[in-house]
């Protein structure tokens, strides 16, 4: 288990963009697997994107892929989500969550995650 807390969600117009921040406390971040979820009102919750332990793979749900870019900081204890061109569709409180698999290979499954944030509220005018 590793503690998270989400920050950086508001308010924003279409095509405009917000930086997500994870920040886990503790001395084993770096040994996790990290990735961000969403969730709509009425809607399961949804895998966003996910990235290695160190850093060098990055996964994208197509709907997000090109638009979304996840990236760590191991030093901060880190995880942010960089969004631009967002569409009103991305409304959604965005989550963060630790890979419970030291094998972590993309798993897009949000069972294949413990450890939740809090969450992060987004919300795209049109």
């Known amino acids: 288990q590793v503690p998270l807390v989400e920050s950086g969600g508001g308010l924003v117009q279409a095509g405009g963009s917000l930086r997500l921040s994870c920040a886990a406390s503790?001395?084993?971040?770096?040994?996790?697997?990290m990735g961000w979820f969403r969730q709509a009102p009425g809607k399961e919750r949804e895998f966003v994107a996910a990235?290695?332990?160190?850093?060098?793979?990055?996964y994208y749900a197509d709907s997000v892929k090109g638009r979304f870019t996840i990236s760590r900081d191991n030093a901060k204890n880190t995880v942010f989500l960089q969004m631009n061109s967002l569409h009103p569709e991305d409304t959604a409180v965005y989550y963060c969550?630790?890979?419970?698999?030291?094998?972590?290979?993309?798993?897009?499954?949000?069972?294949?995650?413990?450890?939740w944030g809090q969450g992060t509220q987004v919300t795209v005018s049109s």
């Open positions: 990235i290695t332990k160190s850093g060098g793979w990055q």
């Open positions: 503790g001395r084993t971040f770096s040994s996790y697997a």
């Open positions: 969550a630790a890979a419970l698999s030291n094998l972590y290979s993309g798993s897009k499954d949000p069972g294949a995650f413990g450890s």
